[in-house]
């Protein structure tokens, strides 16, 4: 059986979207450099036509990468619930040691992005704030060691 990758609708969406850019607009873009590069002569010198190449092969492997994980995608339903944490959840949480709070979105794997505050239910402060509730304190195993965060609300 293949692996399954959890993703809200709206995770799938812009995955999908992704998925189609890569195949169509950038990948004619590389192919038009490599033919760029190619009109140079020779390519055993040529780092422009080194560079696009290296870029084709990386572009080729995140359409597979992607294109894998849409076709093993599975669908968590926003159900509106705020009653406890679960994937769609936004959380605010509370780290005494550090007198602050944050605002994190639970997600699965694919649509997690730090820059954004999306964090992974497989990540360690994901996996420990899932199922639970506001006004509970969860520890997180992180690798750098443990901390506690207060869950404060769930919108």
């Known amino acids: 059986m293949a692996e399954q990758f959890l993703m809200t ?8 979207e992704k998925l189609i850019y890569l195949q169509t607009v950038k990948r004619q873009e590389i192919v038009e450099r490599i033919a760029e590069a ?3 002569g020779d390519l055993s010198e040529n780092a422009e036509y080194d ?3 290296n870029e084709q092969a990386a572009n080729e492997l995140e359409i597979t990468e992607l294109d894998y994980k849409l076709k093993n995608a599975v669908i968590i339903e ?5 009653s406890f944490v679960h994937i769609g959840s936004k959380v605010r ?3 005494a040691e550090l007198d602050e709070e944050e605002v994190y ?16 239910n497989e990540s360690p402060v994901g996996a420990a704030l899932l ?3 506001v006004g509970d304190t969860v520890k997180i195993n992180a690798p750098d060691g443990e901390y506690k965060l207060l869950i404060k609300e769930i919108f």
């Open 9 to 16: 609708q709206k995770g799938y969406d812009e995955a999908k």
């Open 51 to 53: 560079a696009a190449r």
């Open 131 to 133: 199922k639970h509730k």
């Open 105 to 120: 979105e639970i997600t699965g794997s694919t649509e997690a992005n730090a820059i954004e505050n999306k964090i992974s």
């Open 93 to 95: 949480v509370y780290d």
């Open 38 to 40: 190619r009109s140079h």
């Open 78 to 82: 926003d159900n509106g619930d705020t």
